[in-house]
């Protein structure tokens, strides 16, 4: 789905699509944790509908990002899985609040965590009551200034091993650009990842948050196709 929600046109233009590929899952964010201040911070509980409407009007599970525990009843109320961003993971008051949520988690790791970091902080999830747990690798800074992040392809596999839980890669957050983002899923599937998150709206040079790295509905049919060895059709 796309980064942010924005209003209930786009919400439903880009669910109907995904939808009619097969894609299960819809996330997006009403709070955004912005690296600006003056930068869209999402519409808060408002958004929080349209994406649930969206979601239902299209038999899609919801997702969606809790920055504050302020915000874990409305966003539990609306989601079916709560997202955990990365520079929320070593927040660990936040981590025993949503893992007590009563609703699966995706746990995104943090920019710069260590594996053992972000297992860790799967730990808080998992022991205040959250066994539906999903680990998301979304790329870690390094010295490259070509992507983003560095996606660590690495991890994708060593996380496996060491957790039993579901590994997923979000490739849009790791590039930061949207003409590697088939390669880059297409590596993460075949190192053994469960899932890909990748960032989709109708009009990606409108978009009120990471407008360089959305892929349009088309661009997403291509991606999709890309793929087509590895994911379930409709
Ligand atoms: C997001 O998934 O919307 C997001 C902000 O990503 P991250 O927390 O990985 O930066
Ligand atoms: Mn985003």
Redesign the pocket.
């Given at each position: 789905g796309p980064?942010?929600v924005e209003d209930p046109d786009q919400m439903d233009e880009v669910a109907a699509h995904l939808a009619g590929r097969g894609v299960r899952i819809l996330r997006a964010?009403a709070f955004k944790p912005r690296t600006s201040p003056d930068a869209f911070q999402g519409l808060g509980e408002p958004g929080l509908a349209m994406l649930a409407e969206a979601a239902r009007r299209h038999g899609m599970a919801a997702v969606t990002e809790v920055t504050d525990i302020r915000w874990i009843d409305a966003c539990a109320r609306h989601a079916d899985m709560l997202q955990v961003g990365a520079r929320n993971m070593s927040n660990f008051e936040l981590l025993r609040a949503v893992g007590a949520a009563g609703r699966p988690v995706l746990l995104k790791r943090g920019l710069a965590a260590t594996l053992d970091e972000f297992l860790h902080a799967a730990e808080y999830v998992f022991r205040a009551g959250c066994t539906r747990l999903v680990l998301c690798e979304r790329g870690i800074r390094t010295f490259s200034r070509d992507t983003r992040f560095t996606l660590d392809i690495s991890a994708v596999p060593l996380l496996k091993m060491r957790a039993r839980l579901p590994v997923v890669v979000d490739v849009?957050?790791a590039a930061g650009r949207r003409d590697i983002l088939a390669p880059l899923a297409r590596a993460a599937l075949a190192a053994g990842a469960d899932g890909v998150m990748v960032?989709v709206h109708p009009r990606p040079h409108l978009a009120r948050?990471?407008g360089a790295?959305q892929l349009d509905l088309p661009q997403f049919d291509a991606f999709a196709d890309a793929l087509a060895p590895w994911i379930p059709g409709p």
């Open positions: 980064c942010a964010g849009s957050h960032e948050s990471d790295q």
